[in-house]
């Protein structure tokens, strides 16, 4: 048996003030599309190739570039905040696999103003323990259990020339820093939060967030790798200087495409 119900004269009549005011269907949620590009002095960086100079002159080479992005919540000009809670809330990107560099979480975003994203660089201290991927890539991540556990939060490798022209290979790892006697431990991720400038009715969800390579090298801390040598994953005051930098080496840009979420 089917039983009809019939909506009352309140619902009706907001259904068509709905309808007068928009004059289309009111706008859904719609999911985001988080893509990631690396330049170098503006322009997309060219791997294995020993094209760029440091502020100190030092010329190097990128060759690998992995790192976790997580965290990432939009923030609304009304004060509220949207996080994108899907994959938990975290994402590798590997300049490598080409499907790292794009992401489309199962999360939906109001269609409303927004006036700044933040995310966090690398993974926050509660969830970056052991074990939490058992899977490549981002078991591959992994930091030894002795300095610290859980995973890098950047490997950027590559190498540079040093006195002499000799190319050396440097390993720009960051993770779990500790002190000279391994009794204490330092966070190195750190959140950033920039600007958008999205009005409804532009429909901004796809959200490409660049990393400036160059800027991990530059300020405050002016990076040469003849003073820090090319490994410093047991260096935290080198690390420490290198997140210092790296909190200027993002920006984001955005646009609309209506990718609209399908359940
Ligand atoms: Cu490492």
Same mark, same amino acid.
């Given at each position: 048996m089917k039983k009809y119900i019939f909506p009352s004269a309140t619902v009706l009549f907001s259904i068509m003030i709905?309808?007068?005011?928009?004059? $289309? +269907?009111?706008?859904k949620p719609v999911a985001p599309q988080f893509i990631f590009k690396h330049n170098v002095n503006g322009f997309e960086l060219q791997k294995g190739v020993m094209n760029y100079t440091n502020q100190s002159g030092? %010329?190097?080479q990128v060759d690998e570039?992995?790192?976790?992005?997580s965290e990432i919540t939009l923030n609304t000009t009304a004060g509220n905040s949207i996080p994108v809670t899907a994959d938990n809330a975290i994402h590798y990107v590997d300049i490598n696999i080409p499907s790292t560099l794009e992401w489309n979480p199962k999360t939906r975003l109001p269609v409303t103003d927004y006036s700044s994203i933040t995310f966090v660089f690398g993974i926050n201290e509660a969830k970056n323990k052991t074990g939490l991927f058992v899977n490549p890539p981002e078991r591959d991540m992994f930091w030894p259990d002795m300095m610290g556990g859980g995973f890098h939060l950047m490997k950027m490798n590559? +190498?540079? $020339?040093a006195e002499g022209d000799t190319i050396k %290979?440097?390993?720009?790892?960051i993770g779990t820093?500790?002190?000279e006697t391994g009794t204490v431990f330092y966070q190195n991720y750190f959140t950033v939060t920039l600007p958008l400038n999205i009005h409804t009715g532009t429909l901004s969800n796809v959200f =490409?967030? =660049?990393?400036?390579? +160059? $800027?991990?090298? +530059?300020a405050p801390n002016v990076w040469n790798w003849n003073v820090t040598g090319g490994q410093i994953m047991q260096n935290q005051d080198a690390m420490h200087k290198a997140c210092e930098n790296g909190a200027n080496a993002f920006q984001v840009t955005h646009e609309g495409k209506d990718i609209v979420y399908h359940d």
């Amino acid at each position: 048996m089917k039983k009809y119900i019939f909506p009352s004269a309140t619902v009706l009549f907001s259904i068509m003030i709905l309808m007068a005011s928009c004059g $289309k +269907e009111v706008d859904k949620p719609v999911a985001p599309q988080f893509i990631f590009k690396h330049n170098v002095n503006g322009f997309e960086l060219q791997k294995g190739v020993m094209n760029y100079t440091n502020q100190s002159g030092n %010329p190097y080479q990128v060759d690998e570039l992995q790192y976790f992005i997580s965290e990432i919540t939009l923030n609304t000009t009304a004060g509220n905040s949207i996080p994108v809670t899907a994959d938990n809330a975290i994402h590798y990107v590997d300049i490598n696999i080409p499907s790292t560099l794009e992401w489309n979480p199962k999360t939906r975003l109001p269609v409303t103003d927004y006036s700044s994203i933040t995310f966090v660089f690398g993974i926050n201290e509660a969830k970056n323990k052991t074990g939490l991927f058992v899977n490549p890539p981002e078991r591959d991540m992994f930091w030894p259990d002795m300095m610290g556990g859980g995973f890098h939060l950047m490997k950027m490798n590559g +190498e540079w $020339k040093a006195e002499g022209d000799t190319i050396k %290979p440097f390993n720009f790892h960051i993770g779990t820093g500790m002190n000279e006697t391994g009794t204490v431990f330092y966070q190195n991720y750190f959140t950033v939060t920039l600007p958008l400038n999205i009005h409804t009715g532009t429909l901004s969800n796809v959200f =490409t967030i =660049t990393m400036n390579i +160059e $800027k991990w090298f +530059e300020a405050p801390n002016v990076w040469n790798w003849n003073v820090t040598g090319g490994q410093i994953m047991q260096n935290q005051d080198a690390m420490h200087k290198a997140c210092e930098n790296g909190a200027n080496a993002f920006q984001v840009t955005h646009e609309g495409k209506d990718i609209v979420y399908h359940d």
